[in-house]
């Protein structure tokens, strides 16, 4: 009902396939195109579309895009979009965070309306690829902005505050003070953060304490 927010993702930067979110109520989740003539070059997936924009990651040795979808975490071929994993993780409302890769074979996924958040591990089964949960929990619950993650600690928006979760765990060092539903981006060792009220502040990535630096 809103429309299409997640960004395309150019596999290469030299390349000519582009990958775009597009599914509807029975997909395909996403579809891939030749980016200077626009022909179709494969869809995969029948799940909705979320509002999350897919990445590229290596995981379990397997290079791979990572989608956040509607109902569900989907891994794909980057060249022919096969899926090579799926978790269930059904929504009633969008998800809008970026799922984000961790280590060599982890992803960190979170979402508002109750979802909250998971670490997911990929790895090699059977001749091909498998995931689990590691942990689940509400301790961090991103609505329109994503988390960035720094020596094993995620900085992101938790139901509006600014919050700091160790990823390994799961559990939350710290929660700041209420920026609304605004933006955050890694700078080095701070945390730019755009809030809904219209101050931007700098706030240290330092899972110790939760310490604004600069606002205005």
Known sequence: ??????????????????????????GPTLQAYDRLTGEPVWHAGDDQASYASPVVATLA?????????????????PGTGAILWTWKWPARMPKSAVPQPFGDNQVFVSASYGMGTALLEVKSEGGGLAVNKLWKNLQM??????????????????????A????????R???GTNSGYGQNLLIGDLLLVQSERGYVALVKADPEKFEEVARL
Request: charged residues 25%; glycine residues 14%.
């Open 61 to 77: 040795g397997q290079r791979q895009i990572v989608s956040l979808n509607h109902n569900t975490v989907t891994g794909h071929d």
């Open 164 to 171: 700091c979760l160790d990823v390994a765990t799961g559990k």
């Open 141 to 162: 619950k991103t609505k329109f902005s994503s988390v960035c993650i720094k020596d094993g600690f995620a900085y992101g928006l938790d139901a509006g505050k600014l």
């Open 173 to 175: 060092k710290w929660r």
């Open 1 to 26: 009902m809103y429309g299409k927010s997640a960004s395309p993702l150019i596999l290469e930067a030299d390349g000519r396939e582009m990958v775009v979110v597009t599914g509807g109520k029975k």
